[in-house]
């Protein structure tokens, strides 16, 4: 059974987009923004702005606007970023590794604990200052160290066995970037990050400036 929501997907999709920019004008000391002015810097209408914060109390003040620093507070802890995340990554191979990588570096509360893969010439090499572990010890692993994100990077053949391990020793969220949507229980989160479907956007995206520009040039 799915779980139901009151917020649309949609409208979470794009508060990460709020944040950032929120973030980059409280960097360069802008201390108010109007709907107005924020919908001219992100690219959102001024309406679409205030109905997607309205979702969770609105925040702005009539004649003043919002609080840059107030928003993007507000913000972080509707997204669930006022707090640290312990993750591992299944899968140490150039996928798992390149995110592990930028986990690494991103440093937003998101905290890399270990990566495991059933490759023995893998176990026990060292990723980022920790050690790949014996997919074999991914269950105790993540229960002695509660460990709250799993991200997958396996094949698809073996991705759901993955997630079902995951659940059973107790992850909060899913990170998935294996080509399959995963059955998982209401209590567990999951984001499926499918790279060829991205791709297969910005395809379509090139072909339509091409007829687009095809059209004019007649």
């Known amino acids: 059974m799915k779980r139901t929501t009151k917020i649309s997907n949609a409208v979470i999709k794009r508060l990460p987009r709020y944040r950032r920019y929120l973030y980059e004008l409280n960097r360069k000391g802008v201390e108010k923004i109007s709907s107005k002015e924020f919908s001219e810097i992100i ?20 004649g003043y606007g919002y609080s840059v620093e107030g928003l993007y507070n507000e913000i ?21 590794t390149a995110i592990a990588n930028y986990i690494a ?10 990566a ?12 980022n200052g920790y050690k790949i572990l014996d997919n074999e ?8 160290n509660k460990i709250d994100i799993g991200i997958i990077c396996v094949n698809k053949e073996n991705a759901q ?8 020793a107790g992850v909060k969220g899913i990170w998935n970037f294996a080509p399959l949507d995963l059955e ?3 209590r567990v989160a999951v984001e499926n990050v499918h790279l060829s479907d991205s791709l297969h956007s910005l395809a379509y995206h090139i072909k339509d400036i091409e007829k687009f520009n095809t059209k004019k040039t007649k």
């Open 161 to 168: 066995a993955v997630a079902d391990r995951l659940t059973f």
């Open 184 to 186: 998982v229980p209401d």
């Open 43 to 62: 690219g959102y209408t001024a309406s679409q702005i205030r109905q997607d914060l309205n979702n969770f109390g609105g925040f702005g003040q009539q």
């Open 116 to 127: 495991f893969d059933v490759k023995k010439e893998l176990i026990g090499k060292e990723m």
């Open 137 to 144: 010890d991914l269950v105790d692993y993540v229960e002695e």
């Open 105 to 114: 570096s991103y440093k937003g509360g998101f905290e890399m604990h270990a």
């Open 76 to 96: 972080s802890g509707i997204l669930g970023l006022d707090k640290d995340y312990k993750m591992v990554v299944v899968g140490a191979g150039n996928l798992g």
